[in-house]
């Protein structure tokens, strides 16, 4: 049913008319802004800097006797010229052949700035020249395609000695590998770079000191006048530009008024105003705590702002949820992806675990991906403020997980079966996914850790955070297995 914004609102003050609105053809969370944007989502300050060594000896006879070091370097190097999505945010200020010790031992001063080593085997003979540059303590990575040398063979074994501590190793013909490789690299610079702005008026000093110290994390308080002022700076002509890009690509608004979604809006532009003002990446609000006094302290509910956010390539968090904050910048960084926060709840008789929170993100691919398709609901505990309820992808594989302080993660990996959206479900919370669990749900409930929020991300990455956590010395745990 198609109706004018006057009939609109008067239906919607009246409750529950949904209003089916036009065609999608904008992306609501495109920033009209001209303050610069992430250098890649989540990350404000600068490019991952990777050390890029090719390591080889000229006396080599595997793979081959006279193997032209230069052309197999070149053809690395233009390999990932053409990766853009893998390579467009690194830097190699170190890019050099290396064959023998020695010279490894020559790059140790220019090694201690960079976030992390990639290794390219090239040929037979490179122990020595590896054991000298893991030396210098930084996380490596070794991509060794088929008939680089035998050295693989000792590589398990390496990694278990002290100083293979922060080595990894990709044994494949595929160079995609390569991308793979420094995704570990990304999320570590990325956490490092990382300023996330709390608003409440709890004592999190303890948390985030010991953030700060593990990842180099800032937690910064935010008092809420900040968050007012910066409010009352967005013009009313903007928020409203804001609000009709956002339901002219709803496919419904449903419970709404339209003075709910508009003052929404405001406060999601205050939101970005205020992250730019500060240099942060993500914002937490303490909205259901020392932001709540039976109904919320703000000019409007910020789930919308926060959604919001993470479309841009941000991080929007509700409930000063740090956990889940910190969570959301690692997971950002290894993949480009913003995460789904979510109040689980088992179905073992499927093997599956439903995940739904009023706060969904339509950019679960990326600020360069596909919208998800959305209505503009309310908060469905409280029947007021503005949130959009996302239809996730069907089939799609994904990964949830949360950091337990700051040396444990727990983790499990399913595929999205079903959207109980697309089934009107008036239980649990507007946006939610059921996912078919990898492993056995019973196991996962049984060894379920640190709480009830999580982070949920397009993609099974077991592998990168394999590597992450080895690099940072962190705990990992599948818990479905």
């Not at 959301?328 to 088992?346: E, M, N």
């Not at 592998?463 to 690099?471: A, K, P």
Request: with cysteine.
């Amino acid at each position: 049913m198609h109706c004018n914004r006057r009939s609109f609102i008067k239906t919607a003050a009246a409750g529950g008319l949904v209003w089916t609105v036009g065609p999608r053809n904008l992306v609501f969370g495109q920033s009209s802004r001209t303050a610069p944007g992430p250098v890649s989502p989540g990350c404000r300050t600068g490019k991952v800097k990777v050390a890029r060594l090719f390591l080889g000896t000229p006396e080599g006879l595997w793979p081959k006797p006279g193997l032209d070091f230069r052309e197999e370097m070149e053809f690395y190097r233009r390999r990932m010229d053409s990766m853009q999505d893998g390579f467009g945010d690194v830097d190699f200020p170190v890019d050099t052949l290396v064959t023998s010790a020695e010279q490894a031992a020559g790059l140790s001063t220019r090694l201690a700035d960079v976030d992390g080593i990639l290794i390219i085997h090239l040929s037979i003979g490179m122990m020595p020249a590896l054991r000298e540059i893991l030396g210098a303590g930084k996380p490596t990575v070794v991509f060794a395609v088929p008939y680089s040398g035998h050295e693989w063979v000792q590589f398990g074994r390496l990694m278990k000695e002290p100083l293979g501590s922060k080595l990894d190793c990709i044994l494949s013909s595929d160079t995609g590998g390569l991308a793979l490789a420094v995704r570990p690299f990304r999320a570590i610079h990325h956490l490092r770079d990382a300023r996330i702005l709390n608003v409440t008026t709890r004592d999190f000093s303890g948390t985030g000191d010991a953030v700060k110290a593990k990842f180099g994390t800032a937690i910064v308080p935010c008092p809420r006048e900040r968050l007012l002022d910066a409010y009352a700076a967005v013009s009313e002509a903007d928020a409203r530009r804001e609000a009709d890009v956002w339901i002219r690509n709803a496919e419904a608004v449903v419970e709404p008024p339209e003075a709910d979604i508009v003052r929404s809006c405001r406060l999601a532009l205050a939101l970005e105003n205020l992250l730019d003002a500060e240099g942060a990446t993500a914002l937490t609000i303490d909205c259901y705590g020392t932001m709540w006094n039976r109904t919320i302290l703000l000019p409007a509910y910020p789930c919308y702002g926060f959604s919001r956010l993470n479309d841009l390539g941000w991080g929007g968090i509700c409930e000063s949820d740090l956990a889940c904050a910190v969570t959301h910048a690692l997971f950002q960084g290894l993949t480009g992806r913003p995460g789904f926060i979510s109040d689980p709840t088992v179905d073992e008789s499927d093997n599956r675990i439903i995940l739904a929170h009023c706060l969904g993100s339509t950019k679960m691919d990326g600020p360069r991906g596909p919208s998800a398709p959305y209505k503009i609901r309310t908060v469905m505990e409280r029947r007021e403020g503005v949130v959009p309820q996302v239809e996730m992808r069907v089939g799609q594989k994904v990964t949830q997980g949360i950091l337990v302080g700051t040396d444990r993660l727990v983790y499990f990996t399913g595929t999205i079966v079903s959207t109980p959206v697309r089934l009107e479900n008036d239980r649990g919370c507007r946006t939610q996914i059921a996912v078919k669990v990898d492993g056995d749900v019973n196991r996962l409930w049984r060894q379920w850790a640190g709480g009830l929020h999580r982070q949920t991300v397009y993609g099974d990455i077991r592998r990168e955070l394999g590597m992450f956590c080895r690099f940072m010395d962190i705990q990992l745990m599948n818990e479905a297995v």
